[in-house]
């Protein structure tokens, strides 16, 4: 068959509500412990370490086993394969064997008749230990030389050089704190243990079949005789990419022992305390630019806090460096990238993936500069856009796609930033308390797992007899909408309605060996397999059509729900029957990896991303100069999804993206103490954007081009990108508190999140410089 650009797929109806959205509401959408439970299954609950930094020195749990309903309690020893949940590194235990590293890391795992007998046993164990110096904080592991791994640099130009030459230069730096997920199902899993070895895992997973191989090792199993499962998650943002491992494998390691079903469901406190969060950084720069705002030289240094193990650390400080540049041709640039190891639980993906800490980074140069020359943002923003002949990345790579002046210029004019401006300059000029402000910041995010062998995907489609579908692919439904994007396109395939494709649920005996639903690159690589998969059993339906009614197969033409053979006309399902009793397989597996990527992480050069995506917010913002309180009034967005799979579906991933972003920035504060302890682990003390954070005024509007590459329907990703709209209210909250002494050439020193606490101490510092 001649080749097919699948950026020609044609979708009947791009706006098919989300595929479980009426289950959803009505309360019968199944998530794992909505399941029924047999009367033999046990509960699970870790008895959990009170040091940041120790040695084991005796563990005495008699009083667990004695502890009403307690069938089972296991230690490290009870371990006959890997004790090993990591992605990579092989340093995260599943159970402390002799030393814990940070607060909350399972020690023990007690198996119980319930969930309540669970965990009061699991309170019961008693450890003794003895304390190792412990590194909490940046400033302590920069102090301890604590890494995860080498300090990294990415460079291009001599920044040295240009910085001396630079007629104007500036120093300042800033700190970003982390985030919860939140996400409203919790960590969860069941196994169930079947004939001759074999072990079957429900899990609240993004990655199945890295919890496939990991039960698999730590059983002394092979892989195929693990199969996990994950039909829908309420929730994940990337904490349910590495994370979701740890209560797996104790929930397959109790069933292995006992022989009866093992359910995991953590307690929101304890999974606030034992899984990761997003990385806190602190940066430091040091920039050189001229009179219009142009950024001639740059030297960045990122340095974040890693936690106890590797975990996903590397690749995430990794796209950190990669989004420094956000949407702006740096000459002369250097980053220097630090990979902190301390005794905290360990930091791991989250949306973005370290984008937003970079791109938050060089969005804060650009509000920095324009304070200093005493000039609009949005024009120094607009002067350092890449463009013709300033279009490489400080990692090499050439930019092709690059909509961003076009897409900046259009949100300008369509939000009435410049009226606006003036607007709130007035306002703030009669108003001695309340403070208003406003910033277009731009995003320009790179699609890919920059891990190059990740970028790759398998899906299976059955067409029956009957002309109904049933597909399943490797991609996971964490709510995004994941599975109704594919069943759209192979729906369209066959130009029947969606209501005709059966989605199924993720298992790793279906489609084997597939990347984690992460990256924003669900859609992309699930779609593209799918549609392979797709058209492989059209081009046999085509043909046999073909040869059975002596036509060429040009004349073969499917279209609602039917097929044109020549001057005839049959029914889709018609045809399939008719297919069967000729002996037509009708299904297939479809393959699909990315093209045209390559990366040296050894030099930091290379093409990472198959394309960018793009977008621009306009937030407005008041804050009360007394209280330190805020308040965001109105946002605008213009987001580019290249030709949208399906409208709605990514209108709300934008909207949801911003919300979390707005968060982020804003109100989500983790506290530790000085022992390591989380103190902000509940909703009592961690709070996250509730439905009166959402902005009275939201315009949200597509950008109306499409992918230049052929991705499906030449549409793009858009789980992650519009997380950095949020950015947006940053800079704006900046612009506010500056107008408590506008006279002054200074950026406000605003740490982030942008509490009360600290928009009064902003305020304060500012007045006084």
Same mark, same amino acid.
Request: aromatic letters at 6%; glycine letters at 8%.
């Given at each position: 068959?001649?080749?097919?650009?699948?950026?020609?797929?044609?979708?009947?109806?791009?706006?098919?509500?989300?595929?479980?959205?009426?289950?959803?509401?009505?309360?019968?959408?199944?998530?794992?412990?909505?399941?029924?439970?047999?009367?033999?299954?046990?509960?699970?609950?870790?008895?959990?370490?009170?040091?940041?930094?120790?040695?084991?020195?005796?563990?005495?749990?008699?009083?667990?086993?004695?502890?009403?309903?307690?069938?089972?309690?296991?230690?490290?020893?009870?371990?006959?394969?890997?004790?090993?949940?990591?992605?990579?590194?092989?340093?995260?235990?599943?159970?402390?064997?002799?030393?814990?590293?940070?607060?909350?890391?399972?020690?023990?795992?007690?198996?119980?008749?319930?969930?309540?007998?669970?965990?009061?046993?699991?309170?019961?164990?008693?450890?003794?230990?003895?304390?190792?110096?412990?590194?909490?904080?940046?400033?302590?592991?920069?102090?301890?030389?604590?890494?995860?791994?080498?300090?990294?640099?990415?460079?291009?130009?001599?920044?040295?050089?240009?910085?001396?030459?630079?007629?104007?230069?500036?120093?300042?730096?800033?700190?970003?704190?982390?985030?919860?997920?939140?996400?409203?199902?919790?960590?969860?899993?069941?196994?169930?243990?079947?004939?001759?070895?074999?072990?079957?895992?429900?899990?609240?997973?993004?990655?199945?079949?890295?919890?496939?191989?990991? =039960?698999?090792?730590?059983?002394?199993?092979?892989?195929?005789?693990?199969? =996990?499962?994950?039909?829908?998650?309420?929730?994940?943002?990337?904490?349910?990419?590495?994370?979701?491992?740890?209560?797996?494998?104790?929930?397959?390691?109790?069933?292995?022992?006992?022989?009866?079903?093992?359910?995991?469901?953590?307690?929101?406190?304890?999974?606030?305390?034992?899984?990761?969060?997003?990385?806190?950084?602190?940066?430091?720069?040091?920039?050189?630019?001229?009179?219009?705002?142009?950024?001639?030289?740059?030297?960045?240094?990122?340095?974040?806090?890693?936690?106890?193990?590797?975990?996903?650390?590397?690749?995430?400080?990794?796209?950190?460096?990669?989004?420094?540049?956000?949407?702006?041709?740096?000459?002369?640039?250097?980053?220097?990238?630090?990979?902190?190891?301390?005794?905290?639980?360990?930091?791991?993906?989250?949306?973005?993936?370290?984008?937003?800490?970079?791109?938050?980074?060089?969005?804060?140069?650009?509000?920095?500069?324009?304070?200093?020359?005493?000039?609009?943002?949005?024009?120094?923003?607009?002067?350092?856009?890449?463009?013709?002949?300033?279009?490489?990345?400080?990692?090499?790579?050439?930019?092709?796609?690059?909509?961003?002046?076009?897409?900046?210029?259009?949100?300008?004019?369509?939000?009435?930033?410049?009226?606006?401006?003036?607007?709130?300059?007035?306002?703030?000029?009669?108003?001695?308390?309340?403070?208003?402000?406003?910033?277009?910041?731009?995003?320009?995010?790179?699609?890919?797992?920059?891990?190059?062998?990740?970028?790759?995907?398998?899906?299976?489609?059955?067409?029956?007899?009957?002309?109904?579908?049933?597909?399943?692919?490797?991609?996971?439904?964490?709510?995004?909408?994941?599975?109704?994007?594919?069943?759209?396109? =192979?729906?369209?395939?066959?130009?029947?309605?969606?209501?005709?494709?059966?989605?199924?649920?993720?298992?790793?005996?279906?489609?084997?060996?597939?990347?984690?639903?992460?990256?924003?690159?669900?859609?992309?690589?699930?779609?593209?397999?799918?549609?392979?998969?797709?058209?492989?059993?059209?081009?046999?339906?085509?043909?046999?059509?073909?040869?059975?009614?002596?036509?060429?197969?040009?004349?073969?033409?499917?279209?609602?729900?039917?097929?044109?053979?020549?001057?005839?006309?049959?029914?889709?399902?018609?045809?399939?029957?008719?297919?069967?009793?000729?002996?037509?397989?009708?299904?297939?597996?479809?393959?699909?990896?990315?093209?045209?990527?390559?990366?040296?992480?050894?030099?930091?050069?290379?093409?990472?991303?198959?394309?960018?995506?793009?977008?621009?917010?306009?937030?407005?913002?008041?804050?009360?100069?007394?209280?330190?309180?805020?308040?965001?009034?109105? =946002?605008?967005?213009?987001?580019?999804?290249?030709?949208?799979?399906?409208?709605?579906?990514?209108?709300?991933?934008?909207?949801?993206?911003?919300?979390?972003?707005?968060?982020?920035?804003?109100?989500?504060?983790?506290?530790?103490?000085?022992?390591?302890?989380?103190?902000?682990?509940?909703?009592?003390?961690?709070?996250?954007?509730?439905?009166?954070?959402?902005?009275?005024?939201?315009?949200?509007?597509?950008?109306?081009?499409?992918?230049?590459?052929?991705?499906?329907?030449?549409?793009?990703?858009?789980?992650?990108?519009?997380?950095?709209?949020?950015?947006?209210?940053?800079?704006?909250?900046?612009?506010?508190?500056?107008?408590?002494?506008?006279?002054?050439?200074?950026?406000?020193?605003?740490?982030?999140?942008?509490?009360?606490?600290?928009?009064?101490?902003?305020?304060?510092?500012?007045?006084?410089?």
């Amino acid at each position: 068959m001649a080749e097919r650009d699948p950026g020609l797929l044609a979708c009947t109806k791009p706006s098919n509500p989300h595929d479980s959205a009426a289950l959803h509401v009505s309360g019968l959408a199944r998530y794992a412990d909505d399941l029924p439970e047999p009367a033999a299954m046990l509960h699970l609950a870790f008895g959990q370490s009170k040091e940041a930094h120790a040695r084991i020195t005796a563990i005495d749990l008699a009083a667990v086993r004695a502890a009403p309903g307690v069938v089972a309690v296991y230690t490290a020893a009870d371990i006959s394969g890997a004790n090993d949940v990591s992605p990579v590194a092989g340093d995260d235990r599943l159970l402390a064997d002799g030393e814990v590293i940070c607060v909350g890391q399972p020690i023990f795992l007690v198996a119980a008749t319930s969930q309540r007998a669970a965990r009061q046993a699991a309170r019961l164990g008693e450890i003794a230990y003895e304390p190792l110096p412990a590194h909490l904080t940046i400033a302590d592991a920069r102090a301890a030389a604590s890494l995860i791994e080498p300090t990294q640099r990415m460079a291009r130009g001599d920044a040295a050089a240009a910085l001396a030459q630079a007629p104007h230069r500036l120093t300042g730096g800033f700190d970003m704190g982390g985030q919860d997920h939140f996400y409203l199902e919790g960590q969860v899993a069941i196994a169930t243990p079947g004939e001759d070895g074999q072990m079957h895992v429900l899990s609240s997973t993004q990655h199945p079949s890295e919890v496939q191989h990991l =039960v698999a090792h730590m059983l002394c199993r092979r892989s195929a005789d693990v199969t =996990v499962e994950v039909r829908r998650m309420g929730g994940a943002f990337g904490g349910k990419e590495t994370q979701a491992a740890l209560f797996a494998a104790a929930a397959a390691l109790v069933a292995d022992k006992t022989g009866r079903p093992a359910k995991f469901r953590c307690d929101r406190d304890d999974d606030m305390v034992m899984t990761g969060k997003r990385h806190d950084f602190r940066v430091d720069y040091e920039t050189g630019f001229d009179a219009q705002g142009r950024v001639l030289a740059l030297k960045l240094r990122l340095a974040s806090r890693c936690g106890a193990t590797v975990d996903l650390s590397p690749a995430i400080n990794d796209r950190a460096m990669f989004h420094a540049d956000n949407c702006y041709h740096l000459p002369a640039i250097e980053i220097i990238s630090e990979r902190l190891k301390t005794h905290t639980v360990s930091a791991t993906a989250f949306r973005g993936f370290g984008g937003p800490q970079g791109m938050l980074a060089i969005e804060r140069i650009m509000d920095d500069v324009a304070a200093h020359l005493g000039i609009d943002p949005i024009d120094v923003r607009i002067a350092n856009l890449y463009g013709p002949g300033r279009d490489v990345t400080p990692y090499d790579m050439q930019l092709t796609d690059n909509i961003a002046p076009q897409l900046i210029a259009r949100l300008r004019a369509d939000a009435r930033y410049d009226a606006r401006r003036q607007a709130i300059a007035a306002f703030n000029a009669r108003n001695p308390v309340l403070k208003k402000g406003i910033a277009l910041t731009p995003v320009k995010f790179g699609i890919s797992f920059t891990t190059t062998h990740l970028n790759q995907a398998g899906a299976l489609v059955h067409v029956y007899a009957d002309g109904s579908i049933q597909i399943n692919h490797g991609g996971t439904e964490m709510g995004q909408g994941l599975y109704i994007k594919v069943a759209q396109v =192979v729906a369209d395939v066959f130009a029947v309605p969606v209501g005709q494709v059966r989605i199924t649920a993720t298992r790793t005996d279906k489609v084997p060996n597939t990347s984690a639903t992460a990256a924003s690159s669900g859609a992309d690589l699930n779609g593209m397999a799918a549609y392979n998969a797709a058209m492989t059993i059209r081009d046999r339906l085509t043909a046999f059509a073909a040869r059975s009614f002596g036509c060429g197969e040009k004349a073969v033409r499917f279209s609602d729900g039917a097929v044109q053979i020549g001057t005839e006309w049959m029914g889709f399902g018609d045809l399939c029957r008719k297919a069967h009793m000729g002996r037509i397989s009708l299904s297939s597996t479809g393959y699909y990896a990315t093209p045209d990527i390559a990366y040296d992480r050894a030099a930091h050069k290379g093409r990472p991303f198959y394309y960018f995506a793009y977008g621009a917010a306009v937030a407005e913002v008041a804050i009360d100069t007394l209280t330190g309180e805020h308040r965001v009034l109105a =946002v605008d967005i213009l987001h580019d999804v290249g030709k949208s799979l399906n409208p709605v579906i990514d209108i709300g991933q934008i909207e949801g993206g911003f919300l979390q972003g707005q968060g982020w920035l804003t109100t989500e504060e983790l506290v530790w103490d000085d022992k390591g302890r989380l103190l902000t682990h509940s909703p009592a003390t961690y709070k996250i954007p509730t439905a009166s954070d959402r902005p009275r005024h939201l315009s949200i509007q597509l950008w109306d081009g499409e992918n230049v590459q052929p991705t499906i329907n030449r549409s793009k990703a858009v789980g992650e990108p519009p997380f950095m709209l949020a950015i947006s209210v940053f800079s704006a909250l900046h612009q506010a508190i500056a107008a408590v002494a506008p006279d002054k050439r200074a950026l406000p020193p605003l740490d982030a999140p942008a509490t009360p606490e600290r928009i009064l101490r902003a305020i304060a510092d500012h007045r006084a410089a």
